[in-house]
């Protein structure tokens, strides 16, 4: 049986020892997913990081592990840990070492890619998303080791282009199958906790849509006081076409394709995750004095993040920076738009519809081109038996003194949607360190090292008592 305080003692120790100094080299290497770094190859900080992983894993991996790392030409690699269990069945855990882009507004005693630890928090880009899980996961499994207590075979599985959608992760499972087999649960860390108090469950994740939208109504750029009235903005069209997908005064998304029936259960356990939180819900982002989150309602706030379609524009071309702007009426306008979707929705069939209604009878005859990427389709967990419900409460109890919470996130996993598929009937625990003010893909990005060697502990219980909790 897993004694509760050596593992306490065990997880402080090693996160202390081994895996803070390797985030820390890890937060300084650059490597940027492939989607925002299309050079990644010849850079070479991929390769980086994946032999600081490497390295690391000489010197830390259980008793009995091998370790393989898939190639393939053109392709981000695939790193496998296979750790040798005595009980049947066969675990599944996930994370990924590639990351976001650097984002302006970092503190200035901070930045992306250099690691400072103030206040228990370690900042800096994919230290929480979500470069501790692979150490993390180790971590776990050490422990268990550490006490004798037996396990399943476990697989840990490393990919290197989450943040770009995953688009090589597809073609590395089906060249992995021997490796990863049929698994009964799935662990990922990779996501979020409503707070830092005690044990989150992700129930679900939206999908997303990623598209440039180009409107271009001149083939050059023109004095605004002589064509102003006469040519219409090419700004002002984009904003049109925004408008059938959004009410610009609540936000709502608009189409009936871009809508789900929310599951009964979802809306309870939303109903209960906004009671725990409270203003926490909202107060998590860094709001500026004054303003106002979209709903008066946290429980609304709650479903808004979590299972309603949202339309976000991520960035711009065409505009130049303020001080660098003439009066003069642009010829083109291109936003990047980044849609989320319910889980559950396609996202082949949402993106062919979205791109059908920008793209459709275009206000003045403006010409409107589209660039799109791989869309992610979102998860939705299957509703979980009783006793494994009493297993994330035992572990969440034992470690966190608080019942274990469940919610959806509103962020996409797409390795999720893809093996909730490949496998049906696995149980899955997908959580992560990403709390209040975590700030992933945005400035000031921390791992909040307490709640993870807490949740590193409440690993081990899970993975110590699957087999018996099942019966």
Not at 184 to 209: A, E, K, P
Not at 336 to 355: H, Q, Y
Not at 403 to 418: E, L
């Amino acid at each position: 049986m897993l004694k509760k305080q050596e593992t306490i003692s065990y997880v402080e120790d090693f996160w202390d020892s081994k895996i803070i100094p390797a985030l820390t080299e890890y937060i300084a290497i650059p490597n940027k997913s492939p989607a925002f770094d299309p050079d990644w190859e010849a850079n070479g900080y991929m390769e980086d990081a994946l032999q600081l992983a490497l390295d690391w894993l000489d010197k830390n991996k259980p008793t009995g592990a091998t370790i393989t790392v898939k190639r393939e030409n053109g392709r981000t690699p695939l790193l496998l840990v296979n750790v040798p269990g005595t009980q049947p069945g066969r675990i599944l855990m996930y994370g990924h070492l590639d990351k976001q882009p650097e984002m302006e507004g970092w503190r200035d005693n901070l930045g992306p890619w250099k690691p400072v630890i103030e206040d228990d928090k370690l900042y800096g880009r994919g230290g929480a998303d979500d470069g501790y899980a692979l150490f993390a996961s180790v971590c776990a499994l050490n422990a268990l080791q550490e006490q004798g207590i037996d396990h399943p075979n476990v697989v840990i599985l490393v990919e290197f282009s989450e943040e770009s959608g995953s688009p090589d992760l597809p073609f590395h499972i089906d060249n992995s199958v021997d490796e990863i087999g049929s698994p009964d649960l799935i662990v990922c860390l990779d996501s979020n906790s409503g707070n830092y108090d005690q044990f989150w469950c992700t129930t679900s994740l939206r999908g997303m849509i990623p598209i440039n939208m180009k409107v271009e109504v001149l083939r050059e750029g023109v004095h605004s006081g002589d064509a102003s009235g006469i040519v219409p903005s090419s700004f002002r069209v984009a904003r049109q076409l925004l408008n059938r997908l959004e009410d610009v005064d609540s936000g709502e998304v608009l189409p009936d394709f871009l809508q789900v029936d929310i599951p009964n259960i979802r809306v309870e356990q939303a109903k209960k995750a906004s009671e725990v939180l409270g203003d926490e819900v909202f107060e998590m982002f860094p709001f500026l004095d004054g303003m106002k989150p979209a709903s008066d309602v946290n429980f609304e706030n709650v479903l808004n993040r979590t299972w309603r379609a949202t339309v976000s524009v991520v960035a711009q071309d065409g505009m130049p920076a303020v001080k660098d702007g003439g009066n003069v009426l642009r010829p083109y306008t291109t936003l990047k738009l980044s849609l989320r979707l319910p889980p559950g929705l396609d996202g082949e069939i949402a993106m062919k519809k979205v791109c059908d209604l920008l793209t459709k009878n275009p206000p003045y005859g403006a010409r409107v081109t589209l660039e799109t990427a791989e869309p992610a389709t979102g998860w939705h967990a299957p509703i979980t038996p009783e006793w494994f419900d009493n297993l994330m409460e035992d572990a969440s109890q034992t470690y966190f003194g608080k019942s274990a919470m469940y919610m959806g996130t509103g962020g996409t996993i797409p390795f999720m949607a893809m093996l909730g598929e490949k496998f049906p009937a696995a149980n899955f625990v997908i959580t992560g360190v990403l709390g209040p003010a975590s700030n992933a893909h945005g400035p000031n990005e921390f791992l909040h090292i307490p709640y993870a060697k807490t949740l590193t502990s409440s690993i081990c219980h899970i993975l110590a008592n699957f087999n018996n909790a099942k019966g």
